[in-house]
């Protein structure tokens, strides 16, 4: 019983750490996108907030799961704080032209995607919920925050003009629930967050 008390922690701890190291990525990808259309800092902070929090606290009011997660958890404040402000002034300071930020913003976002996609079907199926569901809210969890960067820039968000991206998030959640029971929760979540940055990455790579 110890045993496996101390590996739903070690799960539970580890879901918690991707979440950390996400939010921070999507608010890096946040403030670069901030830095292209000239924001200044707290705009590029403000837009770092809805990025990388929309698209789980869409998630955990469908799950009925409330405080939601950055309120439970204000670490996630002090992880996209510094990470936003340190991300828009490395973009400041780099060399003038759009293609090196553009590249890494791409990049980020992909790490983001299936890192959130990921969290997300983990922490639907820990509520319960039917795993086609599971599958919808992760790929909620992973789009959303990107969606509501790119609307309050401007832009026209990846999900509706990329056909790949939502299909990428669906099938690399699928993947892990399938993989999951066979080779382990560790395994399933490394394999299919390979696979989803391989995907992601192959895809930016044939529209470059």
């Known amino acids: 019983m110890t045993a496996l008390s101390d590996l739903g922690q070690e799960l539970a701890t580890l879901i918690l750490m991707l979440g950390y190291l996400a939010s921070a990525v999507l608010a890096a990808s946040a403030a670069l996108q901030g830095v292209r259309h000239g924001f200044d800092p707290f705009g590029a902070t403000v837009l770092a907030f ?35 402000l340190l991300a828009y002034l490395a973009a400041r300071r780099m060399p003038s032209g759009e293609g090196q930020r553009l590249r ?4 980020l976002d992909a790490v983001g995607l299936a890192l959130f996609t990921l969290v997300g079907v983990r922490i639907a199926q820990d509520a319960g919920a039917h795993w086609i569901i599971a599958i919808v809210l992760g790929c909620i969890t992973g ?46 979540l490394a394999v299919s967050f390979t696979a989803m940055m391989a995907a992601r990455l192959v895809t930016l790579a044939r529209k470059a």
């Open 104 to 107: 890494l913003l791409l990049r």
């Open 143 to 188: 789009t959303v925050g990107g969606m509501i960067r790119d609307v309050l820039c401007n832009v026209a968000p990846a999900i509706l003009r990329e056909d790949l991206y939502a299909t990428i998030s669906l099938a690399g959640g699928a993947l892990y629930l399938v993989l999951d029971p066979v080779i382990g929760t560790q395994a399933a």
């Open 50 to 84: 809805a990025t990388a929090l929309g698209g789980g606290t869409l998630r955990d009011l469908f799950l009925g799961r409330t405080p939601v997660f950055w309120i439970a958890d204000p670490t996630y404040l002090a992880v996209i704080i510094p990470v936003a």
